[in-house]
């Protein structure tokens, strides 16, 4: 018989993980939800993940259909969730406690800037657009307060030196500001733009490179996973992310695919759209 330090060491069981949902839907009377599994029950989001692909994957398993897969929650109602949260704990959630007191998935959240710690900036410029700031004053402030102190943004902010800044040319035409607030005006058609476009991009979505190649991986780089906490991460770029099979990449040797389209969404990597993210920005359309 296991000791209880040889269970806890051993992990959870595929077994053990199909046959606790079942028992919280039958608690529950119906089939639960992510957020309910993981505060319900012993079970973790690791356990989840080291077993399945994903948590209709787990449901998959147990017999069930996630009622909510498929389904795209509004932005309206994923900022006003979050900011929710953000007012009822005076500060900004964590994921850990968005997970516990959101009423949305923080993947459906995610998707609003492609990584958590981008969330704050995309919800101020959604109540910008919207005229919610004045409403939502106090979470504004929250996030005022965050950008002040965020790393990306510090580093944008450093000056320019004189001698660097840019020159008038008398003998070129002048531009008005671009509609776009995006570095590049149109869309990427291959890997290349695919590439720049993330680069203009980067630190709003929480990375800065230390390492550009031709070689695999294309980049590596430093990533926010919290507040003044940075880890490496290894990214390929491609214009479809399927592309990655078709050029033969090690998927021991990447940890993140960046591409324009992701017609791969049983990928084992995280996946980067940045179609989807540009989409939900308000820069198109």
């Not at 529950?28 to 079970?43: F, W």
């Not at 008398?170 to 149109?186: E, Q, S």
């Amino acid at each position: 018989m296991l000791t209880k330090d040889k269970q806890k060491n051993r992990g959870v069981t595929r077994a053990e993980i199909i046959e606790t949902i079942k028992k919280l839907a039958r608690r529950l009377g119906r089939v639960p939800t992510e957020a309910q599994v993981q505060t319900l029950t012993r079970l973790k989001r690791k356990d989840l993940r080291k077993h399945f692909t994903n948590f209709s994957g787990a449901l998959d398993a147990c017999g069930m259909e996630n009622p909510h897969r498929g389904v795209t929650v509004s932005t309206a109602k994923l900022f006003e969730d979050w900011a929710r949260v953000a007012r009822m704990l005076r500060k900004l959630p964590s994921t850990k406690a968005y997970r516990k007191l959101g009423r949305h998935s923080m993947e459906a959240v995610m998707r609003l800037a492609g990584h958590w710690p981008g969330v704050p900036r995309a919800m101020a410029d959604y109540a910008q657009r919207n005229g919610l700031r004045k409403k939502w004053k106090d979470v504004m402030a929250l996030i005022g307060e965050q950008m002040e102190n965020d790393w990306p943004t510090n580093a944008v902010k450093r000056p320019i030196p004189a001698k660097r800044r840019p020159q008038l040319k008398k003998d070129r035409p002048i531009y008005g500001p671009p509609i776009t607030r995006r570095a590049m005006l149109h869309l990427p058609t291959n890997e290349s733009g695919v590439m720049f476009l993330f680069a203009s991009m980067a630190l709003e979505l929480g990375f800065m490179a230390t390492i550009v190649r031709t070689g695999f991986p294309d980049c590596e780089a430093l990533r926010e996973v919290s507040p003044n906490r940075l880890q490496r991460e290894r990214i390929e770029f491609e214009y479809l992310a399927k592309n990655f099979l078709k050029h033969r990449h090690r998927l021991d040797g990447c940890d993140i695919i960046v591409c324009w389209i992701n017609n791969w969404p049983d990928c084992p990597l995280e996946v980067i759209e940045l179609s989807k993210i540009i989409g939900r920005s308000g820069d198109r359309g």
